[in-house]
Nanobody, 114 residues
Framework: QVQLVESGGALVQPGGSLRLSCALSGSIFPIYSMGWYRQAPGKQREWVASIGRADSTDYSDSVKGRFTISRDNTKNTVYLQMNSLESVDTAVYYC????????WGQGTQVTVSS
């Protein structure tokens, strides 16, 4: 019913930037929130950021001030702008959309390394 297609993951040097995209297709209304989690090797999945119906945003302390979550003009794509990337940001990043249920993307790999 709802499909999420993630893109933007890459190998980037410390201090660099990336923008992840998550495009929604199918029946996506009503949407209560969209956001991002990440999972680093050997670690539990960690919530990163979310954006609500009124475009309110929330961030984990670990990314606050460095990452920005936003929507496109049609409200069918969510972005995660990541600046000042560190090695600890290395993870598979998963977007999600919360409707009457939670739907996950398949993940996009972000690797921060020299």
């Amino acid at each position: 019913q709802v499909q999420l297609v993630e893109s933007g993951g890459a190998l980037v040097q410390p201090g660099g930037s990336l923008r992840l995209s998550c495009a929604l297709s199918g029946s996506i209304f009503p949407i209560y929130s969209m956001g991002w989690y990440r999972q680093a090797p050997g670690k539990q999945r960690e919530w990163v950021a979310s954006i609500g119906r009124a475009d309110s945003t929330d961030y984990s302390d670990s990314v606050k001030g460095r990452f920005t979550i936003s929507r496109d003009n049609t409200k069918n794509t969510v972005y995660l702008q990541m600046n000042s990337l560190e090695s600890v940001d290395t993870a598979v990043y998963y977007c999600y959309v919360q409707t009457n249920r939670r739907t996950w993307g398949q993940g996009t790999q972000v690797t921060v390394s020299s």
